[in-house]
Nanobody, 130 residues
């Protein structure tokens, strides 16, 4: 099992930036696909970005490509989401999630489907004002 703890959320004006962090503890090596999801009130949970940790392959939703960057610090067992040029529609609760895909299934890390992820953090709120 792993535990995921997000931090870094807050309120920012449109055009601003935030960096979210997700600290992974427990059996971190058992999870090689980490992702960021978000959920706004009344909407379904949306996959924002994922990373296959063994090779740092990154995958993004079209709505954030070019503005958001997912990265990792293996030494710290931490995954980050750098969010730039934030828009009011980025307002949501952001969650970190983890799953195991293995090397042979690494391409499936691009599937940002929440039901595939077994482990979740408690979330951190991001609010973008216009």
């Amino acid at each position: 099992q792993v535990q995921l703890v997000e931090s870094g959320g807050g309120s920012v004006q449109a055009g601003g930036s935030l960096r979210l962090s997700c600290a992974v503890s427990g059996d971190a090596r058992s999870r090689d696909c980490l992702g960021w999801f978000r959920q706004a009130p009344g909407k379904e949970r949306e996959g924002v970005a994922t990373i296959y940790t063994d090779y740092a392959n990154e995958y993004y939703a079209g709505s954030v490509a070019g503005r958001f960057t997912i990265s990792q610090d293996k030494a710290k067992n931490t995954v980050y989401l750098q969010m730039n040029i934030l828009k009011p529609e980025d307002t949501a609760m952001y969650y970190c999630a983890a799953r195991r895909v293995t090397y042979s299934g690494r391409s499936s890390c691009s599937e940002r489907n929440a039901v595939l992820f077994a482990d979740w953090g408690q979330g951190t709120q991001v609010t973008v004002s216009s």
